[in-house]
């Protein structure tokens, strides 16, 4: 007996799902608990829980390969439950086929074929492929709605929760807004920047999703709807904007160099896409780090203590502001806002990732060394484009007909 306590003892702590049910009526009280708590807690009450019971069959009939038994016994055994958890069972079944369906992995093919099919508008049939690209974003992003709509009902908790979450939440926002870009241009250039976008953002989404649980939340205060559905959001949807007017930066910018296609007309185009959604960027960047003020204020104690993850937000702020200013003031015109705005994205970049590599302050979570090379590689991409659009000589700038670009 002694034996068997310190076997259930050592399982206790070393069990982490915890398996068995609370008692009808039990709920509030004992909790669900692990196999080792309810197999420990039976020397006290000289009771074994009915569960139990039913997980030693389950294991023999898996053993003894009697798929009839193992299933008429999950059968009475869902039914059992069903009494007490009702709505429980019916969010993990629901939660079960939302994984079964992936809608993430179908929006991030979505995302390259709408990219390819956009690419090729600007070669032959403008009209015909653009639509297509312009519909095959709108269903992208239909899809990416629902499955984070998806995540909320059973998360029950604001969209964006964890890093895995914002990264959805960054490819959700920069879509919506090339949904509307498209609609007002029809130049299948908002179709590009939401796959320049959105790809990346699902693949990291992706990856962090193998670190486990999804669903899980932030760490520090943020078992808060209210600030989860005031400041997070509006601090991410910062966070894909400014990528956003960066990856129209980036094609302004390639397209110039490496292209005939960049005529005043699209030039034109592209400085005003890239006005709007810096003007987006800056209120929700600004809009967001206020309202992150607030909430430390009311959680901590202090409104501002520069931590770094307040200074990267900051930083956004001030950066999109610089981009407004210097175009208002006439300081950069056409070429020199693209730099600009690609320069956003090693600003926003840093903000969302980079701070959690210092290790330090109330805000790093979720992400470690080994994503320090990937950032360094992206920083280095974005200064390279940065470079040459200056490096190499505006006369070079083949077929480009529009105002000298500072």
Not at 221 to 232: A, K, M, Y
Not at 366 to 385: D, P
Request: charge should be positive.
């Amino acid at each position: 007996m002694m034996e068997a306590g310190a076997r259930f003892d050592r399982l206790r702590e070393l069990a982490y799902l915890l398996a068995v049910p609370p008692a009808a009526g039990e709920a509030d009280v004992g909790g669900w608990k692990n196999i080792g708590d309810s197999l420990f807690n039976s020397f006290q009450t000289g009771r074994v829980e009915p569960s139990l019971l039913v997980y030693a069959g389950l294991a023999r009939a898996w053993r003894g390969e009697q798929p009839k038994e193992f299933n008429e016994l999950l059968s009475r055994y869902r039914a059992l439950l069903d009494r007490g958890f009702a709505s429980s069972l019916n969010k993990t079944a629901f939660e079960a086929r939302f994984n079964a369906v992936q809608p993430f992995y179908t929006a991030t093919i979505l995302y390259v074929l709408a990219f390819l099919v956009a690419i090729c508008s600007w070669l032959v049939w403008p009209a015909e492929l653009g639509r297509i690209a312009y519909w095959l974003i709108g269903i992208t992003w239909i899809l990416a709605t629902l499955g984070i709509l998806a995540r909320v009902w059973i998360s029950g908790y604001a969209p964006v929760t964890n890093l895995y979450s914002s990264a959805l939440f960054v490819a959700w926002v920069a879509a919506g807004f090339c949904v509307g870009l498209e609609r007002i241009f029809r130049n299948a250039i908002a179709s590009v920047a939401a796959a320049l976008i959105g790809v990346p953002s699902l693949i990291i989404a992706h990856h962090l999703s193998l670190d486990g649980d999804t669903l899980e939340m932030m760490r520090a205060v943020l078992d808060s709807n209210f600030w989860l559905s005031t400041h997070v959001i509006a601090i991410t949807s910062g966070y894909g904007a400014t990528f956003l007017a960066g990856a129209l930066g980036l094609i302004y910018i390639t397209r110039g160099l490496f292209t005939s296609s960049l005529d005043s007309r699209t030039a034109d185009a592209l400085s005003r896409m890239i006005y709007g959604i810096v003007c987006f960027a800056t209120l929700f960047s600004l809009v967001g780090t206020i309202l992150g003020g607030i909430w430390a204020d009311q959680s901590w104690g202090r409104f501002w203590g520069w931590d770094p993850k307040e200074n990267g937000a900051l930083i956004i702020v001030i950066w999109n502001a610089i981009v407004l200013h210097a175009r208002w003031g006439g300081m950069a015109k056409a070429r020199g806002i693209a730099a600009l705005a690609v320069v956003g994205n090693i600003v926003t970049a840093w903000s969302w990732f980079g701070v959690n590599l210092l290790g330090v302050g109330l805000h790093s979570y979720g992400f470690t060394e080994n994503g320090a090379l990937w950032l360094i590689a992206f920083v280095a991409s974005q200064t390279a484009v940065i470079a040459i659009a200056y490096l190499v000589p505006l006369a070079k700038w083949r077929s480009f007909r529009g105002a000298v670009a500072k």
